[in-house]
């Protein structure tokens, strides 16, 4: 039976009060066309103006009558101003999501209908990117007062944005919008039956990145030919390999994307008119991650999703001025397949690190010797993606459909879902990879109110581990225990035998502590334990596996954590007792059957089969990726942020708040592997001064405070510039180190109320980890306070020229707040630790901040 998810995302603002019932009315007519049941196509309706808000979820209702009672009755919420970006972002993390009922996991098709009537007031680039990678469909229908293009950068296709003059003119679309979802949708349910069958037959998608920076001004000739002769190898069609090519030096720009060009006499016309870029410095980390987030995507023609090997030929003649690191690992954690090809100039570890394993990175003295290597690269590149030829089974579409089911039965985790149907219909291609292996933390709640509990939490890890085969190539096990804070007792790598791992958690000793914030302990285990570093082996396929013992609700957002764990394909269960909320543990697990309740933790014996049966389940082998291991770095690093209000309301104060940053910064140890600053000021729209890869001396950060201009404006949107810095400054081509586990740390000075939403920008920074500290006048002292991370982590004063009197007090505030998350030498094998550490201030004096040393 045909199954669709669709969510129509409705403009409720002030704009649309007269046209809100052609509105409904047209969401009526298709919801009356749709085949609404439990095994059927589900619908949620979500209004929004300033803020979003949902009428109904996808699991809300399953009859169609429901749906049609309850859109009868919605009344029009007004409000301004339009934050789209906003709603595109809520509905990404609310509604299409397990807990609300979407089957994104189960390969349902996931739709979005969008009805605007007005220009967003906020960005809507960054969210509407992220749903298309997410895998929903969107559809936008605008009026005569939307804007056109807006609509056509947020729908999936130009092709799927609509306009009417007046939405009273809805049902003149409504016929061509049915046709578009229904093309879409038989598409998508062919492919599904194909792709199997289609893998006998080569196919790739492959990218090359090319340095075009002034220092390969003479080389790049012998590099577009390389190019040439490369793709002369190639099968290209539209299924079979499919090519594209990024130029980059301070700046990427894609010359065609993967689905451009369905003929290799197309892309051979293109690359032969290919004219060097210029510029400089050269930003290779930018480059890597502009082609994550624009190349290697289902919009411009990556067909990762449906096991396309993909791959990255990156030609370098010089060594990086940004740091590569992140976005390297990022390509690693996607699958994509890098080599690397280098000159005299460039940097071969650089390279190395940047390749998806270091024999991948190739080298010549001169880019006119590339015709040396090609067929190097070819063998390469051929070796890792070989066409799958079928055993003597016979591959059907019965048979293939009968894969996927068991893939949706067992829950598993939509990237790895094709590598699950190659080992059932080709399992002596991975005889290497069936020998069962699991990397699992335990994460056991530690609060004042599991004190007497948890001995039985601990017995009952003790016969987890009975049960497993502790080796280093074969399970490996962690334990970690928090209450306010995450403290890690061993990580994965810590103990290689099942006797150590056994001595170690019956020496376990409660925490104690509160309030319990198990959202900061998610957020703690997934980027502290489920790592290389730390003897995660998830890029060599290894199930991840995390079993959570919680006694009480937590006093944190889980979901930001909990969705990030599953993205990183972490499969969590949850165990909670009376005390607990259930459905919080529920919307924390992978799935909601994963999770588990007894009365009192003295019962776990009593579900401790479940749970080991139903990790046998899902526990199942995949294809193994290089690791990629990164050295830890001991020594104390921030990455801070200025955001300052430079509307026309502090146009006399702020030199005052000028002077403040000076001051601030003159604390800090700036150098490239210690402490970078950016700042950013705002009014009505946001604007980077610098960022924080921009200078690496403290010398150069001053001066450039020092020439800070006001900039002026109005009127003060503060919401907006959040999710600014959020989107363009904590990001690794621009210099932030969040992926290096370096504390990220925004500092807002705002003399006046936002004019937008402040709170979903500020819980989405929050729940992104970095921590917010504020300072704020009269009129906005209590809006700095629901930004910050914690009240105390906001100032209040009547005015700038105030900022020395609270100077002090702030710097301990942060300092405070720093000793928390600042890397120490290691306490436990394996990893480095984390610890509160007020003594070790990193923002004393140089040398109080050495003494550690």
């Given at each position: 039976m045909a199954r669709r998810d669709v969510v129509f995302l409705l403009d409720g603002s002030d704009g649309t009060r007269s046209s809100f019932p052609a509105m409904r009315d047209f969401v009526e007519r298709m919801v009356e066309r749709l085949n609404v049941s439990e095994k059927g196509d589900h619908v949620s309706v979500v209004q929004y103006s300033r803020d979003p808000e949902a009428h109904f979820y996808l699991n809300t209702y399953s009859r169609k009558e429901d749906v049609l009672d309850t859109l009868r009755g919605l009344m029009h919420k007004g409000g301004r101003p339009l934050n789209t970006g906003a709603a595109l972002q809520y509905v990404r993390d609310n509604v299409f999501t397990a807990s609300s009922g979407s089957r994104l996991v189960e390969g349902v098709p996931q739709l979005l209908i969008l009805l605007s009537g007005g220009k967003s007031f906020d960005n809507v680039d960054t969210p509407a990117s992220s749903l298309k990678e997410l895998g929903v469909l969107i559809f936008a229908i605008g009026s005569r007062s939307s804007d056109s293009r807006e609509l056509q950068k947020i729908s999936n296709e130009p092709s799927y944005a609509l306009s009417v003059s007046d939405f009273a003119d809805l049902p003149s679309v409504q016929q061509q919008l049915f046709t578009n979802i229904n093309t879409v949708f038989v598409e998508g349910t062919s492919s599904t039956t194909t792709t199997i069958a289609e893998g006998r037959r080569q196919r790739r998608d492959v990218v090359f990145l090319l340095d075009g920076s002034d220092a390969t001004r003479n080389g790049f000739p012998a590099m577009k030919e390389f190019v040439q002769r490369m793709v002369e190898k190639l099968e290209v069609s539209e299924n079979r390999d499919q090519v594209s090519v990024v130029q980059y030096s301070r700046d990427p720009e894609a010359h065609f994307y993967l689905n451009t060009f369905k003929t290799k006499e197309k892309i051979l016309d293109s690359v032969r008119g290919l004219r060097h870029k210029g510029g400089r410095p050269l930003y290779t980390g930018a480059a890597l991650q502009y082609v994550i987030d624009n190349v290697f995507t289902a919009s411009s023609g990556s067909r990762r999703v449906e096991g396309v090997p993909q791959i990255l030929v990156l030609l370098s003649g010089g060594r990086s001025f940004d740091s590569v690191e992140a976005a390297a690992s990022s390509l690693k954690e996607l699958g994509i397949l890098t080599f690397g090809i280098g000159s005299r100039g460039s940097d071969s570890r650089e390279l190395q690190r940047i390749s998806y394993d270091p024999n991948y990175a190739l080298s010549v003295s001169d880019f006119s010797e590339l015709p040396n290597v090609q067929e190097q690269l070819l063998a390469s590149v051929k070796a890792v993606s070989i066409p799958i030829t079928p055993t003597s089974q016979t591959v059907t579409a019965?048979?293939?459909n009968e894969v996927m089911n068991r893939c949706v039965i067992l829950k598993v985790y939509e990237r790895y879902a094709h590598y699950l149907v190659l080992m059932m219909l080709f399992p002596p291609?991975?005889?290497?990879?069936?020998?069962?292996?699991?990397d699992i933390v335990f994460l056991l709640d530690g609060s004042d109110g599991t004190r007497n509990s948890f001995p039985a939490m601990r017995d009952f890890v003790q016969r987890v581990v009975e049960q497993y085969t502790i080796e280093a190539n074969r399970d490996r096990v962690s334990v970690v225990q928090y209450s306010r804070e995450a403290k890690v007792h061993f990580y994965l790598n810590s103990h290689t035998t099942k006797e150590e791992v056994l001595d170690r958690v019956r020496g376990l000793r409660h925490k104690g502590g509160r309030p319990l914030y198990t959202g900061a302990a998610l957020q703690y285990v997934r980027y502290n334990v489920f790592t290389a570093s730390s003897g995660s082996r998830r890029l060599e396929g290894v199930p991840q596996i995390l079993i959570l013992l919680s006694g009480g609700r937590s006093f944190d957002s889980v979901d930001a954590a909990a969705s990030s764990l599953k993205e990183l394909g972490v499969?969590?269960?949850?165990?909670?007792?009376?005390?607990?909320?259930?459905?919080?543990?529920q919307r924390i697990s992978y799935d909601p059957s994963y999770a588990l309740s007894v009365t009192d933790f003295s019962e776990l014996p009593n579900v401790q089969e479940q749970l080991l049966a139903s990790v046998q389940a899902v526990a199942m082998p995949i294809t193994p990726a290089s690791p990629t291991l990164t050295a830890d770095d001991a020594i104390p690093r921030k990455d801070v942020v200025f955001l300052l209000d430079g509307s026309d309301g502090t146009r006399n104060t702020f030199p005052a708040m000028r002077d403040f940053v000076q001051r601030v910064v003159e604390l800090f140890n700036i150098e490239a592997n210690r402490d970078r600053v950016s700042v950013v000021q705002y009014s009505r729209d946001a604007e980077v001064n610098f960022y924080l890869n921009t200078y690496a001396t403290k010398g150069e950060i001053l001066n450039t405070v020092r020439g800070l201009r006001h900039r002026g404006g109005r009127p003060l949107n503060t919401g907006a510039a959040l999710r600014y810095v959020r989107d363009s400054v904590f990001t690794a081509s621009a210099g932030s180190r969040k992926q290096e586990g370096v504390p990220q740390i925004l500092i807002l000075l705002s003399g006046g109320r936002s004019g937008d939403n402040i709170d979903t920008p500020a819980s989405t920074l929050k729940e992104s980890g970095i921590l917010i500290?504020?300072?704020?006048?009269?009129?906005?002292?209590?809006?700095?306070?629901?930004?910050?991370?914690?009240?105390?982590?906001?100032?209040?004063i009547n005015e700038f020229s105030d900022l020395p009197s609270v100077q002090q007090q702030f710097i301990s505030s942060l300092n405070n707040v720093l000793g928390q998350v600042k890397p120490m030498t290691p306490t436990v094998a394996g990893k480095t630790d984390y610890y509160t550490s007020l003594e070790n201030s990193t923002l004393s004096s140089p040398c109080k901040a050495c003494r550690r040393h």
């Amino acid at each position: 039976m045909a199954r669709r998810d669709v969510v129509f995302l409705l403009d409720g603002s002030d704009g649309t009060r007269s046209s809100f019932p052609a509105m409904r009315d047209f969401v009526e007519r298709m919801v009356e066309r749709l085949n609404v049941s439990e095994k059927g196509d589900h619908v949620s309706v979500v209004q929004y103006s300033r803020d979003p808000e949902a009428h109904f979820y996808l699991n809300t209702y399953s009859r169609k009558e429901d749906v049609l009672d309850t859109l009868r009755g919605l009344m029009h919420k007004g409000g301004r101003p339009l934050n789209t970006g906003a709603a595109l972002q809520y509905v990404r993390d609310n509604v299409f999501t397990a807990s609300s009922g979407s089957r994104l996991v189960e390969g349902v098709p996931q739709l979005l209908i969008l009805l605007s009537g007005g220009k967003s007031f906020d960005n809507v680039d960054t969210p509407a990117s992220s749903l298309k990678e997410l895998g929903v469909l969107i559809f936008a229908i605008g009026s005569r007062s939307s804007d056109s293009r807006e609509l056509q950068k947020i729908s999936n296709e130009p092709s799927y944005a609509l306009s009417v003059s007046d939405f009273a003119d809805l049902p003149s679309v409504q016929q061509q919008l049915f046709t578009n979802i229904n093309t879409v949708f038989v598409e998508g349910t062919s492919s599904t039956t194909t792709t199997i069958a289609e893998g006998r037959r080569q196919r790739r998608d492959v990218v090359f990145l090319l340095d075009g920076s002034d220092a390969t001004r003479n080389g790049f000739p012998a590099m577009k030919e390389f190019v040439q002769r490369m793709v002369e190898k190639l099968e290209v069609s539209e299924n079979r390999d499919q090519v594209s090519v990024v130029q980059y030096s301070r700046d990427p720009e894609a010359h065609f994307y993967l689905n451009t060009f369905k003929t290799k006499e197309k892309i051979l016309d293109s690359v032969r008119g290919l004219r060097h870029k210029g510029g400089r410095p050269l930003y290779t980390g930018a480059a890597l991650q502009y082609v994550i987030d624009n190349v290697f995507t289902a919009s411009s023609g990556s067909r990762r999703v449906e096991g396309v090997p993909q791959i990255l030929v990156l030609l370098s003649g010089g060594r990086s001025f940004d740091s590569v690191e992140a976005a390297a690992s990022s390509l690693k954690e996607l699958g994509i397949l890098t080599f690397g090809i280098g000159s005299r100039g460039s940097d071969s570890r650089e390279l190395q690190r940047i390749s998806y394993d270091p024999n991948y990175a190739l080298s010549v003295s001169d880019f006119s010797e590339l015709p040396n290597v090609q067929e190097q690269l070819l063998a390469s590149v051929k070796a890792v993606s070989i066409p799958i030829t079928p055993t003597s089974q016979t591959v059907t579409a019965q048979r293939v459909n009968e894969v996927m089911n068991r893939c949706v039965i067992l829950k598993v985790y939509e990237r790895y879902a094709h590598y699950l149907v190659l080992m059932m219909l080709f399992p002596p291609l991975l005889a290497d990879y069936v020998t069962p292996r699991k990397d699992i933390v335990f994460l056991l709640d530690g609060s004042d109110g599991t004190r007497n509990s948890f001995p039985a939490m601990r017995d009952f890890v003790q016969r987890v581990v009975e049960q497993y085969t502790i080796e280093a190539n074969r399970d490996r096990v962690s334990v970690v225990q928090y209450s306010r804070e995450a403290k890690v007792h061993f990580y994965l790598n810590s103990h290689t035998t099942k006797e150590e791992v056994l001595d170690r958690v019956r020496g376990l000793r409660h925490k104690g502590g509160r309030p319990l914030y198990t959202g900061a302990a998610l957020q703690y285990v997934r980027y502290n334990v489920f790592t290389a570093s730390s003897g995660s082996r998830r890029l060599e396929g290894v199930p991840q596996i995390l079993i959570l013992l919680s006694g009480g609700r937590s006093f944190d957002s889980v979901d930001a954590a909990a969705s990030s764990l599953k993205e990183l394909g972490v499969l969590t269960f949850g165990i909670g007792s009376r005390g607990s909320d259930s459905r919080e543990l529920q919307r924390i697990s992978y799935d909601p059957s994963y999770a588990l309740s007894v009365t009192d933790f003295s019962e776990l014996p009593n579900v401790q089969e479940q749970l080991l049966a139903s990790v046998q389940a899902v526990a199942m082998p995949i294809t193994p990726a290089s690791p990629t291991l990164t050295a830890d770095d001991a020594i104390p690093r921030k990455d801070v942020v200025f955001l300052l209000d430079g509307s026309d309301g502090t146009r006399n104060t702020f030199p005052a708040m000028r002077d403040f940053v000076q001051r601030v910064v003159e604390l800090f140890n700036i150098e490239a592997n210690r402490d970078r600053v950016s700042v950013v000021q705002y009014s009505r729209d946001a604007e980077v001064n610098f960022y924080l890869n921009t200078y690496a001396t403290k010398g150069e950060i001053l001066n450039t405070v020092r020439g800070l201009r006001h900039r002026g404006g109005r009127p003060l949107n503060t919401g907006a510039a959040l999710r600014y810095v959020r989107d363009s400054v904590f990001t690794a081509s621009a210099g932030s180190r969040k992926q290096e586990g370096v504390p990220q740390i925004l500092i807002l000075l705002s003399g006046g109320r936002s004019g937008d939403n402040i709170d979903t920008p500020a819980s989405t920074l929050k729940e992104s980890g970095i921590l917010i500290f504020g300072i704020g006048t009269r009129n906005s002292g209590r809006e700095v306070q629901r930004i910050a991370n914690d009240p105390t982590y906001a100032q209040s004063i009547n005015e700038f020229s105030d900022l020395p009197s609270v100077q002090q007090q702030f710097i301990s505030s942060l300092n405070n707040v720093l000793g928390q998350v600042k890397p120490m030498t290691p306490t436990v094998a394996g990893k480095t630790d984390y610890y509160t550490s007020l003594e070790n201030s990193t923002l004393s004096s140089p040398c109080k901040a050495c003494r550690r040393h």
